[in-house]
C-alpha cells in the first residue's frame, strides 16, 4: 500500500499503458504472431511444387525459433505476401469494435488520468472512453504526432495509439524497421521526453524495459536529468526487473495474478488509488523573472493603472517577497501579500484576445487559441519578433489548492528541464503566477 500512497497524485496521471485485452478475447502480440505464422504456413499449401512447399515450412520453423518478436515480425512482412500479412492482423483485431469493455480498462478513465499512450492498435481504450465520460477523446498515433505535441499542455484527456490504428496500416508499427522509422520522428521523440519529464507515467501491461519504451528511458537517465518517479504496475518478480527499474528510478508494483486473470488483481489495485486519502505535496510558489521592487502602490493605485501594467508591478513585488532567504517566511509573506492584494491581483488577470488587453508580459497574443479547456487557454504570442506559445491558466485556480499546486509542480517540472538543456524539448522561457501563465518557446504543429 505505500507504493500506492505514494503512486497517487493530486493533478491526476500520466499513464503508459497497454490493455489487458486478454478479457476483450482479443490476442497479445504472441498470439498475433502465431496466427500471423499459422497463416504463413497454410500459405505453402498453395504453392504446386512441392519442394517450394518444403522450403516455406522450413522457412516458418525458422521464423518460431526467433527470440526476438521485433525480428519475427520483420521476417514474416517481408515473407508474406501484404494482402495476407495485413488481412491476418485486421481481421484478429477489428473485433475490437464488438468485443466486450474489460472493467480494467474502463477503470483507467474512471481515475484522474490525464491521457493513455498505449502500444496496441485496437480500439478498446476509445470505447471505454466514450462509454465512462460519455464523448470521444483527442486523439492520436505515432507518426503523426507533430499535431498533438500539445495535448499535454490542455487539460483535454487523450489517447495516443503510438504503433498505430487497426484501420491504417499505415501506421502500423510491428517491425524492427517500423520502430527505427518511428524513433527517427522528431515529433515522436520529443512527444516521448516531454511525456516522461512532465508527467507521472504508470506503466501497465508493458514492461518499462521493453525496447519500445527502454530507449527513451535510457536516453533521458544519460542526459543526467534527475528523473520523477514512475511506477510499474507488474506480475514480474525477478531480480533483473527490479534491479532496471529501480536504475531509472521507476518503483514495481507487484501483484500476483490468479492464474490467468490478470483483470480481478489490477482492479483492486485500481480501487486503492482511487480511493486512498491522497498525499498532498506542496510546490513552492513561482517567482517571476521581474526584477524585485519594493511594496509602493496601494491595491487601489494598482487597479486604476492598465492590467498589463498592474501584472508587472505585482509581479515584482512578488518577486521581493519571495526573495526573503527564509523559505517558510517567504511562503508566508507572499500568502499574505496576495490576501491583502487580492483586488489588484484580479484586476491584474484581466486578459482579452484583443486590444488593450491582448498583450501579456509583454507578449502580444494572437487570435484564436491553439489549444486549452476548462483548465485555461494557449495562444499564439509574438515578442520582439519572436513566435511564443502563452499558457494562461484561469485565475480561479488560485482559490483551489490542488490546481494551483498542480500548475506549481508543472512549472517546477518545466525550469528542470530547462537547466539541464535536455535537446529536442519544449522550453519554458517565463513563468508567472499573477495570473498564473507560463511563456514557452513555439513549436510548430
Same mark, same amino acid.
Given at each position: 500500500?505505500?507504493?500506492?500512497?505514494?503512486?497517487?497524485?493530486?493533478? &491526476?496521471?500520466?499513464?503508459?499503458?497497454?490493455?489487458?485485452?486478454?478479457?476483450?478475447?482479443?490476442?497479445?502480440?504472441?498470439?498475433?504472431?502465431?496466427?500471423?505464422?499459422?497463416?504463413? %504456413?497454410?500459405?505453402?499449401?498453395?504453392?504446386?511444387?512441392? %519442394?517450394?512447399?518444403?522450403?516455406?515450412?522450413?522457412?516458418?520453423?525458422?521464423?518460431?525459433?526467433?527470440?526476438?518478436?521485433?525480428?519475427?515480425?520483420?521476417?514474416?512482412? &517481408?515473407?508474406?505476401?501484404?494482402?495476407?500479412?495485413?488481412?491476418?492482423?485486421?481481421?484478429?483485431?477489428?473485433?475490437? $469494435?464488438?468485443?466486450?469493455?474489460?472493467?480494467?480498462?474502463?477503470?483507467?478513465?474512471?481515475?484522474?488520468?490525464?491521457?493513455?499512450?498505449?502500444?496496441?492498435?485496437?480500439?478498446?481504450?476509445?470505447?471505454?472512453?466514450?462509454?465512462?465520460?460519455?464523448?470521444?477523446?483527442?486523439?492520436?498515433?505515432?507518426?503523426?504526432?507533430?499535431?498533438?505535441?500539445?495535448?499535454?499542455?490542455?487539460?483535454?484527456?487523450?489517447?495516443?495509439?503510438?504503433?498505430?490504428?487497426?484501420?491504417?496500416?499505415?501506421?502500423?508499427?510491428?517491425?524492427?524497421?517500423?520502430?527505427?522509422?518511428?524513433?527517427? $520522428?522528431?515529433?515522436?521523440?520529443?512527444?516521448?521526453?516531454?511525456?516522461?519529464?512532465?508527467?507521472?507515467?504508470?506503466?501497465?501491461?508493458?514492461?518499462?524495459?521493453?525496447?519500445?519504451?527502454?530507449?527513451?528511458?535510457?536516453?533521458?537517465?544519460?542526459?543526467?536529468?534527475?528523473?520523477?518517479?514512475?511506477?510499474?504496475?507488474?506480475?514480474?518478480?525477478?531480480?533483473?526487473?527490479?534491479?532496471?527499474?529501480?536504475?531509472?528510478?521507476?518503483?514495481?508494483?507487484?501483484?500476483?495474478?490468479?492464474?490467468? $486473470?490478470?483483470?480481478?488483481?489490477?482492479?483492486?489495485?485500481?480501487?486503492?488509488?482511487?480511493?486512498?486519502?491522497?498525499?498532498?505535496?506542496?510546490?513552492?510558489?513561482?517567482?517571476?523573472?521581474?526584477?524585485?521592487?519594493?511594496?509602493?502602490?496601494?491595491?487601489?493605485?494598482?487597479? %486604476?493603472?492598465?492590467?498589463?501594467?498592474?501584472?508587472?508591478?505585482?509581479?515584482?513585488?512578488?518577486?521581493?517577497?519571495?526573495?526573503?532567504?527564509?523559505?517558510?517566511?517567504?511562503?508566508?509573506?507572499?500568502?499574505?501579500?496576495?490576501?491583502?492584494?487580492? %483586488?489588484?491581483?484580479?484586476?491584474?488577470?484581466?486578459?482579452?484576445?484583443?486590444?488593450?488587453?491582448?498583450? +501579456?508580459?509583454?507578449?502580444?497574443?494572437?487570435?484564436?487559441?491553439?489549444?486549452?479547456?476548462?483548465?485555461?487557454?494557449?495562444?499564439?504570442?509574438?515578442?520582439?519578433?519572436?513566435?511564443?506559445?502563452?499558457?494562461?491558466?484561469?485565475?480561479?485556480?488560485?482559490?483551489?489548492?490542488?490546481?494551483?499546486?498542480?500548475?506549481?509542480?508543472? +512549472?517546477?517540472?518545466?525550469?528542470?528541464?530547462?537547466?539541464?538543456?535536455?535537446?529536442?524539448?519544449?522550453?519554458?522561457?517565463?513563468?508567472?503566477?499573477?495570473?498564473?501563465?507560463t511563456i514557452m518557446e513555439y513549436i510548430e504543429g
Amino acid at each position: 500500500m505505500a507504493e500506492i500512497e505514494s503512486c497517487r497524485r493530486s493533478a &491526476g496521471y500520466g499513464v503508459f499503458q497497454q490493455p489487458v485485452s486478454a478479457n476483450a478475447k482479443l490476442p497479445g502480440w504472441g498470439g498475433l504472431r502465431s496466427k500471423l505464422e499459422k497463416r504463413h %504456413e497454410d500459405d505453402a499449401m498453395l504453392l504446386a511444387d512441392v %519442394e517450394a512447399r518444403k522450403l516455406r515450412r522450413g522457412h516458418v520453423r525458422a521464423i518460431r525459433s526467433l527470440p526476438d518478436p521485433w525480428d519475427a515480425f520483420s521476417t514474416l512482412k &517481408g515473407a508474406m505476401a501484404p494482402s495476407s500479412y495485413h488481412s491476418v492482423i485486421k481481421s484478429e483485431l477489428s473485433y475490437s $469494435d464488438d468485443a466486450p469493455l474489460p472493467e480494467v480498462i474502463k477503470k483507467i478513465w474512471r481515475l484522474r488520468t490525464y491521457g493513455v499512450v498505449t502500444l496496441n492498435i485496437d480500439t478498446l481504450l476509445s470505447r471505454a472512453f466514450a462509454e465512462v465520460r460519455g464523448l470521444l477523446p483527442q486523439h492520436g498515433v505515432g507518426y503523426a504526432l507533430q499535431k498533438k505535441i500539445r495535448l499535454m499542455q490542455s487539460d483535454k484527456q487523450w489517447i495516443i495509439n503510438l504503433h498505430g490504428i487497426v484501420d491504417d496500416e499505415e501506421t502500423w508499427v510491428f517491425t524492427r524497421e517500423d520502430l527505427a522509422n518511428l524513433f527517427a $520522428d522528431y515529433a515522436y521523440k520529443l512527444f516521448m521526453k516531454t511525456l516522461f519529464l512532465s508527467n507521472r507515467v504508470i506503466f501497465l501491461g508493458i514492461g518499462a524495459d521493453d525496447l519500445a519504451i527502454k530507449r527513451h528511458l535510457d536516453e533521458l537517465k544519460t542526459s543526467g536529468i534527475p528523473l520523477d518517479v514512475h511506477y510499474w504496475i507488474t506480475d514480474r518478480a525477478d531480480i533483473k526487473t527490479a534491479q532496471w527499474a529501480a536504475g531509472h528510478n521507476i518503483k514495481t508494483i507487484f501483484y500476483p495474478p490468479a492464474g490467468s $486473470d490478470h483483470q480481478t488483481p489490477l482492479l483492486r489495485i485500481f480501487d486503492a488509488l482511487d480511493g486512498h486519502i491522497e498525499r498532498y505535496k506542496a510546490a513552492a510558489p513561482v517567482t517571476p523573472s521581474t526584477p524585485p521592487s519594493n511594496v509602493a502602490l496601494t491595491p487601489q493605485e494598482i487597479k %486604476e493603472k492598465s492590467p498589463e501594467e498592474a501584472r508587472a508591478i505585482l509581479s515584482s513585488y512578488a518577486a521581493k517577497v519571495l526573495a526573503t532567504k527564509n523559505k517558510v517566511d517567504a511562503e508566508n509573506n507572499y500568502e499574505n501579500f496576495l490576501r491583502a492584494y487580492t %483586488e489588484a491581483v484580479n484586476h491584474a488577470a484581466l486578459i482579452e484576445d484583443f486590444p488593450p488587453y491582448n498583450v +501579456v508580459f509583454g507578449c502580444q497574443l494572437m487570435p484564436p487559441t491553439i489549444g486549452g479547456g476548462a483548465f485555461g487557454r494557449v495562444y499564439l504570442a509574438q515578442k520582439g519578433g519572436n513566435k511564443l506559445a502563452v499558457k494562461i491558466i484561469n485565475n480561479n485556480v488560485r482559490s483551489d489548492r490542488i490546481m494551483l499546486n498542480s500548475f506549481r509542480q508543472g +512549472v517546477e517540472s518545466l525550469g528542470m528541464i530547462r537547466d539541464a538543456q535536455i535537446p529536442g524539448v519544449v522550453e519554458i522561457i517565463d513563468p508567472y503566477e499573477i495570473p498564473p501563465t507560463t511563456i514557452m518557446e513555439y513549436i510548430e504543429g
